[in-house]
């Protein structure tokens, strides 16, 4: 007979553990879909995620001031092909990403488009990631924390790209430094 209850203490204790256990993982997987859903990974893993920019979403409308001083608007991107990337400065990935866009940004140039970086992150403008792709991109903006102009684009996650036609319609879009890797270069 106590072989019994203690039995049936056991899977009691057993059972109630995994049920807290089950409850931190769903608070936590709740969590990580709301920071998704709000618009930063800030620096989770992306790679082999799904962007939320779609082929045939069109360019956004949007001004904004590149870091050399220019003005910059959708119409700078139109009647070329143009690479947009999204970084963060709390993604370690978006540094990876770097070479990557320049590999793709200096064909493109080549061909005829251009290149955007939109760097996110309280004093981006003077990061050392707006830095580094300022030296390989042809339009670097920085935006704040609010990340207005991502969210305009519809990037949710970092580093994220979307290659754009001439006619400004999304040709290719994906997360992750894997899905840029795999990405066909434009021609």
């Known amino acids: 007979m106590i072989f019994a209850v203690v039995g049936l203490v056991l899977v009691g204790v057993v059972s109630a553990l995994n049920l807290v256990i089950l409850l931190v993982v769903l608070r936590r997987w709740r969590e990580l ?5 709000g618009g930063h990974s800030h ?23 590149a870091l050399d001083g220019t003005a910059v608007t959708e119409r700078t991107l139109l009647g070329k092909e143009t690479l947009v990337g999204f970084f963060s400065l709390t993604c370690k990935a978006c540094v990876e990403a770097v070479p990557l866009f320049a590999g ?29 792709l300022g030296d390989v991109m042809d339009i670097v903006i920085a935006e704040d924390s609010e990340a207005e102009l991502s969210e305009r684009y519809g990037a949710r996650q970092y580093p994220s790209y979307a290659w754009y036609g001439p006619d400004g319609a999304v040709t290719t879009a994906g997360t992750g430094v894997a899905a840029l890797r795999a990405v066909p270069v434009a021609s």
Do not use: K, N, Q, Y
Request: net charge negative.
């Open 43 to 65: 620096g989770f893993p992306t790679t082999g995620a799904i962007s939320s920019i779609r082929p045939g979403d069109r360019l956004p409308r949007f001004s904004a001031r």
């Open 33 to 37: 879909e709301t920071v998704g859903a």
């Open 104 to 132: 793709h940004a200096e064909r493109l140039r080549a061909d005829g488009g251009t290149s955007l970086a939109i760097v996110h992150g309280d004093d981006s403008a003077g990061s050392e990631l707006a830095a580094m």
